[in-house]
């Protein structure tokens, strides 16, 4: 029986850019032109102002551990081998307010805490699909 595959995301109108960059290992959020705040995920329309006018712009990588989940029991079977796997929501150093979702990567040993630094790191899991994934910053080596 084949093992079951890994549901990848599949770009849209709304979200191609942001996938493009994580393919190049850049961080892209969209900007409003208007009010100048970044937004995610991905949509047409700012909804602080609801101007539809934005750019993609390169952000640095660095956030804040928002808050996580270890996930003990995927429910999904292609998953299973991975378990023990944490599942992260992070908020860019640029704006405050926004949470950008992620698997955590080289955190084992280290003892994971809310606005802990974290930075992005890229995993190119296919051809056409990289994922963003978050990694602890600094707190390694301090013992
Ligand atoms: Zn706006």
């Known amino acids: 029986m084949c093992k079951p595959r890994k549901p990848l995301p599949v770009p849209?109108?709304?979200t191609q850019e942001y996938w493009e960059g994580c393919k190049r290992h850049e961080l892209l959020l969209q900007r409003c032109k208007q009010c100048g705040r970044y937004r995610f995920p991905p949509s047409p329309m700012c909804h602080r102002c609801?101007?539809?006018?934005?750019?993609?712009?390169?952000?640095?990588?660095?956030?804040k551990l928002y808050s996580w989940i270890v996930v003990e029991y995927p429910t999904h079977d292609a998953f299973r081998g991975d378990a023990p796997y944490a599942v992260a929501m992070v908020e860019?150093?640029?704006?405050?307010?926004?949470?950008?979702?992620?698997g955590l990567v080289d955190y084992q040993g280290v003892e994971l805490r809310i606005d802990m630094p974290v930075e992005v790191v890229f995993d190119d899991v296919s051809e056409g699909i990289t994922l963003p994934r978050w990694r602890p910053v600094g707190c390694r080596g301090e013992e």
């Open 92 to 102: 860019p150093v640029e704006e405050p307010g926004v949470r950008l979702p992620g």
């Open 50 to 63: 609801m101007s539809m006018s934005y750019e993609w712009t390169k952000v640095s990588g660095r956030g």
């Open 12 to 14: 849209d109108l709304d």
